[in-house]
T-cell receptor
Framework: DVKVTQSSRYLVKRTGEKVFLECVQDMDHENMFWYRQDPGLGLRLIYFSYDVKMKEKGDIPEGYSVSREKKERFSLILESASTNQTSMYLC???????????FGEGSRLTVL | GQSLEQPSEVTAVEGAIVQINCTYQTSGFYGLSWYQQHDGGAPTFLSY????GLEETGRFSSFLSRSDSYGYLLLQELQMKDSASYFC???????????FGGGTRVLVKP
């Protein structure tokens, strides 16, 4: 069974804190993605990576960075969390860059 | 850029048929996908249309008309477990970025 695991289901952070969201996949997929999901806005792509140490900006990269040191792990970093980054964050992976996405359960982040 | 429009909510009774429309604007087009997400769960892939026409998978079918920049997901013989949000998504010119619509919440009543 394919599996994408996100390290934290719920996080509460304070404005200005540095936040790490971790994602691990066990499918040996080349491609990994970070989306944020907000009501009525669907899923918006923050960053994606098609290989280790490679990354590309998505549609809303401002305020975020990513790290992919190993094939199975893709981290999303909020250098200085702000209240407008309160959201559900979804990690996904795919075998082909244009293939079906497999999503994790999500990490709900609240920034106070 | 890319944008997609789909209704925000649809309500129907068990056994009924529901059609969720999706219109899109994109520079270049490589296909229309549909994902299902139950409350509190992860989105899961339902279907993908790269060519015009109807694709059927059990009770669910997906249709695409590239000339109209339009597609729909058809849910037949609705069951309570079909209560979920459904997202259309397009892959545009870049090919490697999937852009999602705002989602349609389907509520199935007894």
């Amino acid at each position: 069974d394919v599996k994408v695991t996100q390290s934290s289901r719920y996080l509460v952070k304070r404005t200005g804190e540095k936040v790490f969201l971790e994602c691990v996949q066990d499918m040996d997929h080349e491609n990994m993605f970070w989306y944020r999901q907000d009501p009525g806005l669907g899923l918006r792509l923050i960053y994606f990576s098609y290989d280790v140490k490679m990354k590309e900006k998505g549609d809303i990269p401002e305020g975020y960075s990513v790290s992919r040191e190993k094939k199975e792990r893709f981290s999303l970093i909020l250098e200085s969390a702000s209240t407008n980054q309160t959201s559900m964050y979804l990690c996904a992976s795919s075998r082909r860059v244009d293939g079906e996405l497999f999503f994790g359960e999500g990490s709900r982040l609240t920034v106070l | 850029g890319q944008s997609l429009e789909q209704p925000s909510e649809v309500t129907a009774v068990e056994g009924a048929i529901v059609q969720i429309n999706c219109t899109y604007q994109t520079s270049g087009f490589y296909g229309l996908s549909w994902y299902q997400q139950h409350d509190g769960g992860a989105p899961t892939f339902l279907s993908y249309n790269a060519l015009d026409g109807l694709e059927e998978t059990g009770r669910f079918s997906s249709f695409l008309s590239r000339s109209d920049s339009y597609g729909y997901l058809l849910l037949q013989e609705l069951q309570m477990k079909d209560s979920a949000s459904y997202f259309c998504a397009v892959r545009g010119a870049a090919g490697n970025k999937l852009t999602f619509g705002g989602g349609t919440r389907v509520l199935v009543k007894p």
